[in-house]
C-alpha cells in the first residue's frame, strides 16, 4: 500500500475523528519526518509513501531503543544487601 502524503494525513484525521469524535488537524509532517529518520517509511520516485515490512520495522525499532541511552556498561555493580 501506497500513499501520498495527503493521502495519509486524510486517513490518519478520518480515523482520529472516527475513534474520539473530535476533528484534529494532524501535524502529518513532523510524524513522517520521525518515521523516515528511524527508516521505518520510505518514499519511492513517485514521492508515495510506504512503510517498510514488520519484521524490518521491529529490528529498526529494537536497534533504535537498545542504543537509546548511552550508559557506563563497564561500571561495578551494586552489592546485593
Not at 502524503?5 to 475513534?19: A, H, K, M, P, V
Not at 517509511?41 to 542504543?67: C, H, K, M, Y
Request: avoid cysteine; charged fraction near 25%; glycine fraction near 6%.
Amino acid at each position: 500500500l501506497r500513499w501520498s502524503s495527503e493521502q495519509l494525513d486524510r486517513e490518519i484525521e478520518t480515523f482520529l475523528q472516527g475513534e474520539t469524535g473530535v476533528a484534529v488537524d494532524f501535524e502529518v509532517g513532523d510524524a513522517l519526518h520521525k518515521l523516515q529518520r528511524l527508516g521505518l517509511v520510505t518514499t519511492d520516485s513517485d514521492g508515495l509513501l510506504q512503510a517498510v515490512p514488520i519484521d524490518r520495522a521491529l529490528e529498526l525499532l529494537d536497534r533504535a531503543w537498545d542504543n537509546l541511552f548511552r550508559y557506563n556498561q563497564d561500571a561495578p555493580q551494586a552489592a546485593a544487601a
